[in-house]
């Protein structure tokens, strides 16, 4: 049975096409009930809320937007309590999003290839900018914040999910400023006399780059804010912190603005790859003393990197391990995502790069070769040295297909172990959640959606962490899809 299965990944598809599009309907309806259809049992020690952000509309009144990237941010709220969980959805208020539904019809340009109806007269020199709070979502100082990389963080009511405002710190934000999708929470911050704190960036593009670093204490107020100008145009969407630095991978690309002015081509499609050019690493210091803040620049050869797992220091070294694609997927005027074509794209894999801080050189080694998207760690290794990842993965060991599977990999023994959903499961981004008042690094629970093609509808799967060749600990069959997200949060508060 074992060998049927790993023979048939090669030779035919592990999913069909039309059950992957199914999973990107928009989702109209608002929820908010228990989840009583449920496989397994929900581990009373499970307490929390998994907050998860992504597009919830695919389309505005039936008009299609051009790639899920640009879709309006939906939260989706899954409360653990006593071994119950409840279920909640709801979009993000946004001034687009409010705009558009009481227009019934597109009425911005999106990042990723949207544009309003009418042809390029109807789009050229419209550089407003729709901050569609999509990305990610996070609990912190006490307010519940929708993320979106390039405008500021939208300000939910953590229980109703009722959008309450745009958030600027206290003014320590502008209008339109932005605040990134991928903050880093460092569990015990050396300048902060071991407190957390949370890390984040924003990035200015144009000739030259700006890109500032917040930090964040646990209050939510920014208490270090530093600007750097890097040369060229920067694409970067995440980042790693350790102790002392943040590192940043400025991928190879060049930006032309003019199809964008004149209404041909929205901004992510005048992004082009350059597969001669080095790949940049960024390294800026936490410090904000004067004599300690000189920014590195590295380099390694050309690549993509949208996500990295973690990053940590080992002497004069820094470690970072992170998802690298051959080639910017780039996203063309006339195609349709729902048409892509998977084999033709290359696949996301894992490697770990090791910068000497000393020398200024780069060593890079492949860690895995199958395709993975979305990693997870336990959130007390953030920055640190650590053991154990869990990361979205494609049923099959090559080739690049959707995400169908979790994979855990063990950094030391290289031990790997997979849990799939195929044929008819398809995967997103895997949060884990440590058991309480454990330290053993992999104690404790995986959580993610599953889009079940066979009911339409999606599955909140709970495995246990450490050993994911157990089948899972429990299936909570929601009553509705929730479309492909992005990515979310659990907290214990
Ligand atoms: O870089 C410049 C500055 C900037 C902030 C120019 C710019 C216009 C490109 C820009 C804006 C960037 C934005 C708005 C990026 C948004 C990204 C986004 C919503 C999602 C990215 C997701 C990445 C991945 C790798 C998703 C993978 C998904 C799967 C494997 C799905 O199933
Ligand atoms: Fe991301």
Same mark, same amino acid.
């Given at each position: 049975?074992?060998?049927?299965?790993?023979?048939?990944?090669?030779?035919?598809?592990?999913?069909?096409?039309?059950?992957?599009?199914?999973?990107?309907?928009?989702?109209?309806?608002?929820?908010?009930?228990?989840?009583?259809?449920?496989?397994?049992?929900?581990?009373?020690?499970?307490?929390?809320?998994?907050?998860?952000?992504?597009?919830?509309?695919?389309?505005? *009144?039936?008009?299609?937007?051009?790639?899920?990237?640009?879709?309006?941010?939906?939260?989706?709220?899954?409360?653990?309590?006593?071994?119950?969980?409840?279920?909640?959805?709801?979009?993000?208020?946004?001034?687009?999003?409010?705009?558009?539904?009481?227009?019934?019809?597109?009425?911005?340009?999106?990042?990723?290839? =949207?544009?309003?109806?009418?042809?390029?007269?109807? *789009?050229?020199?419209?550089?407003? $900018?729709?901050?569609?709070?999509?990305?990610?979502?996070?609990?912190?100082?006490?307010?519940?914040?929708?993320?979106? &990389?390039?405008?500021?963080?939208?300000?939910?009511?953590?229980? =109703?999910?009722?959008?309450?405002?745009?958030?600027?710190? *206290?003014?320590?934000?502008?209008?339109? &400023?932005?605040?990134?999708?991928?903050?880093?929470?460092?569990?015990?911050?050396?300048?902060?006399?071991?407190?957390?704190?949370?890390?984040? #960036?924003?990035?200015?593009?144009?000739?030259?780059?700006? $890109?500032?670093?917040?930090?964040?204490?646990?209050?939510?107020?920014?208490?270090?804010?530093?600007?750097?100008?890097?040369?060229?145009?920067?694409?970067?969407?995440?980042?790693?912190?350790?102790?002392?630095?943040?590192?940043?991978?400025?991928?190879?690309?060049?930006? *032309?603005?003019?199809?964008?002015?004149?209404?041909?081509?929205?901004?992510?499609?005048?992004?082009?790859?350059?597969?001669?050019?080095?790949?940049?690493?960024?390294?800026?210091?936490?410090?904000?003393?004067?004599?300690?803040?000189?920014?590195?620049?590295?380099?390694?050869?050309?690549? #993509?990197?949208?996500?990295?797992?973690?990053?940590?220091?080992?002497?004069?070294?820094?470690?970072?391990?992170?998802?690298?694609?051959?080639?910017?997927?780039?996203?063309?005027?006339?195609?349709?995502?729902?048409?892509?074509?998977? &084999?033709?794209?290359?696949?996301?894999?894992?490697?770990?790069?090791?910068?000497?801080?000393?020398?200024?050189?780069?060593?890079?080694?492949?860690?895995?070769?199958?395709?993975?998207?979305?990693?997870?760690?336990?959130?007390?290794?953030?920055?640190?040295?650590?053991?154990?990842?869990?990361?979205?993965?494609?049923?099959?060991?090559?080739?690049?297909?959707?995400?169908?599977?979790?994979?855990?990999?063990?950094?030391?023994?290289?031990?790997?172990?997979?849990?799939?959903?195929?044929?008819?499961?398809?995967?997103?981004?895997?949060?884990?959640?440590?058991?309480?008042?454990?330290?053993?690094?992999?104690?404790?629970?995986?959580?993610?959606?599953?889009?079940?093609?066979?009911?339409?509808?999606?599955?909140?799967? $709970?495995?246990?962490?450490?050993?994911?060749?157990?089948?899972?600990?429990?299936?909570?069959?929601?009553?509705?899809?929730?479309?492909?997200?992005?990515?979310?949060?659990? =907290?214990?508060?």
């Amino acid at each position: 049975q074992n060998l049927k299965t790993q023979e048939s990944s090669i030779t035919e598809k592990s999913y069909t096409r039309s059950d992957w599009q199914e999973g990107y309907q928009s989702l109209n309806q608002e929820f908010d009930y228990w989840i009583d259809d449920i496989e397994g049992q929900i581990p009373p020690e499970l307490q929390g809320t998994l907050f998860r952000n992504g597009p919830g509309l695919l389309d505005i *009144n039936g008009q299609r937007i051009h790639h899920p990237f640009d879709g309006d941010g939906m939260i989706s709220r899954i409360t653990f309590t006593n071994g119950r969980a409840h279920f909640r959805n709801r979009f993000v208020h946004t001034e687009g999003y409010l705009a558009e539904k009481e227009a019934g019809k597109i009425l911005y340009r999106g990042v990723f290839g =949207t544009q309003k109806p009418g042809g390029w007269l109807a *789009n050229i020199f419209d550089f407003k $900018i729709k901050n569609i709070a999509n990305t990610n979502v996070i609990y912190w100082g006490g307010k519940l914040l929708a993320l979106w &990389e390039a405008a500021e963080p939208h300000h939910l009511n953590p229980y =109703t999910l009722e959008t309450l405002g745009r958030e600027y710190f *206290n003014g320590v934000l502008s209008t339109g &400023e932005a605040f990134s999708a991928h903050p880093r929470l460092d569990p015990s911050c050396d300048q902060d006399g071991g407190a957390p704190c949370l890390v984040n #960036f924003s990035i200015k593009p144009g000739l030259s780059t700006t $890109i500032t670093i917040f930090e964040l204490n646990p209050a939510g107020e920014i208490v270090r804010k530093h600007a750097h100008s890097v040369p060229g145009f920067c694409f970067i969407h995440d980042f790693v912190i350790t102790p002392n630095y943040c590192i940043f991978f400025q991928n190879p690309v060049i930006f *032309n603005p003019i199809p964008l002015a004149l209404g041909i081509r929205a901004a992510g499609e005048c992004i082009k790859f350059q597969p001669n050019q080095p790949t940049r690493i960024i390294v800026i210091p936490r410090t904000t003393k004067k004599e300690q803040s000189e920014v590195k620049i590295l380099e390694t050869q050309s690549g #993509f990197v949208f996500h990295h797992v973690n990053a940590f220091e080992l002497g004069d070294e820094v470690l970072i391990d992170s998802i690298c694609y051959e080639s910017l997927p780039e996203v063309e005027p006339e195609s349709d995502f729902r048409k892509v074509d998977f &084999e033709a794209q290359s696949p996301g894999k894992l490697w770990r790069f090791c910068l000497n801080l000393k020398d200024g050189t780069v060593q890079q080694k492949l860690i895995e070769s199958r395709c993975c998207e979305f990693p997870s760690i336990n959130p007390a290794n953030v920055g640190r040295p650590y053991q154990y990842l869990y990361i979205g993965a494609t049923h099959g060991e090559t080739g690049n297909a959707p995400l169908q599977a979790l994979l855990k990999i063990d950094l030391e023994s290289g031990e790997r172990q997979l849990w799939s959903a195929a044929p008819r499961g398809f995967m997103s981004e895997p949060i884990f959640v440590p058991r309480p008042g454990s330290d053993k690094e992999d104690d404790g629970w995986v959580l993610a959606l599953v889009y079940d093609a066979a009911h339409h509808r999606s599955d909140v799967v $709970i495995l246990d962490a450490s050993d994911f060749h157990k089948s899972p600990i429990a299936r909570l069959h929601l009553k509705h899809h929730v479309p492909y997200g992005l990515h979310g949060n659990f =907290t214990s508060e």
